[in-house]
């Protein structure tokens, strides 16, 4: 491999192809040789429009020894097949979130990370933000004291055409879940990285906005850390009205809010001053740091026990609101010795 990895994209849906142009912007650490969908037609076209070569499928893709590295954005219920296949075949893998939808499926690829020697990042581009790399700061040094307590609201609003428009969205087996593990798992990512591994949750899941789709538009969680925090979290896919995503850490000495990324407010006994942050491609910056862990650089910021982490609880969430019991997520498996 040279020191600029050549990668394919398998899956060419609306975040496959964000991947793509990420590969092909000037600047970026890795260049696109080849690309893959279940559509051989989608593939040619993406194909010829950013000058890459098309694969018939998968398995032809990761046969070539010019491709090191894959992004994998096939529907998350194939995760672990086409990752572990990717594994199998030496390449390093960028996987879209969530790692999977089971943790039984998330080990499958945990194992097949071990054994390949591979790199394997999982994309939580969100924890890219330079306001919550800061976040993270403040916590891990103690500046908001004791957290205490943290909510997290991700209301968004998806439209029924949205599930209608792919027989995979609002499945149990392919999309794995709802509004919980479609569109707040970027949340629960960033919660666990910020707060710490989760003790309990309770949940209650609702269908109430949206038609012929097996999963909830509507999940609330209280949730009690390890730490002794509290936590709530809310998200939905029936919430009208372009609301802000919002997350507000609160502690014995301190508070940050977050709306969309950006602090909007932030108070501790020290009266600090806010920094000034710039605005950052968070996908294009996930990218780099996967290419520093493939280089042997570091390891990459986002892990796959990391990812399988979020899957536990959402999986967690999904009980509590079946039986109407706590449910305590599955804990992370016993190191390989």
């Excluded at 991700?154 to 428009?165: F, G, H, K, N, P």
């Excluded at 026990?305 to 109407?324: D, H, K, L, M, N």
């Amino acid at each position: 491999m040279t020191d600029t990895p050549a990668f394919g994209v398998i899956g060419l849906g609306v975040i496959g192809r964000q991947h793509v142009q990420r590969l092909t912007t000037p600047g970026a650490p890795g260049r696109l040789v080849a690309v893959a969908d279940q559509h051989t037609g989608t593939a040619a076209a993406v194909a010829a429009e950013y000058g890459a070569e098309a694969c018939p499928g998968a398995a032809a893709l990761l046969s070539r020894p010019d491709v090191d590295a894959v992004v994998v954005a096939v529907p998350s219920g194939l995760h672990a097949e086409v990752a572990v296949a990717a594994l199998d075949a030496g390449k390093h893998v960028l996987l879209e979130k969530p790692i999977e939808v089971t943790v039984a499926a998330a080990d499958e690829i945990l194992a097949a990370e071990r054994r390949s020697g591979r790199v394997l990042s999982v994309a939580s581009q969100r924890r890219f933000a330079q306001e919550n790399q800061y976040l993270k700061q403040v916590v891990t040094e103690g500046r908001l004291g004791r957290i205490t307590s943290a909510t997290v609201e991700v209301a968004l609003w998806r439209t029924q055409e949205y599930y209608d428009s792919g027989a995979w969205r609002g499945t149990w087996a392919l999309d794995g879940g709802g509004a919980l593990m479609n569109q707040g798992v970027h949340l629960v990512d960033l919660a666990l990285w910020l707060l710490g591994d989760v003790a309990e949750v309770y949940a209650h899941t609702g269908l109430l906005a949206h038609e012929g789709i097996e999963v909830e538009d509507t999940v609330t969680v209280t949730a009690r850390l390890r730490s002794g925090a509290l936590m709530t979290f809310l998200a939905s896919t029936s919430a009208y009205g372009d609301l802000p995503i919002r997350m507000s850490v609160m502690g014995s000495r301190g508070s940050v809010v977050t709306e969309s990324e950006r602090i909007v407010r932030f108070r501790t006994t020290a009266e600090e001053a806010l920094p000034a942050f710039a605005p950052v491609d968070q996908q294009l910056a996930q990218l780099h740091d996967f290419v520093a862990a493939v280089r042997g650089e570091r390891a990459p910021l986002v892990t796959a026990a990391q990812a399988r982490a979020a899957v536990a609880f959402i999986e967690a969430v999904y009980e509590s609101g079946r039986t109407g019991r706590p449910v305590v997520p599955a804990p992370a498996p016993a190191p390989v010795r």
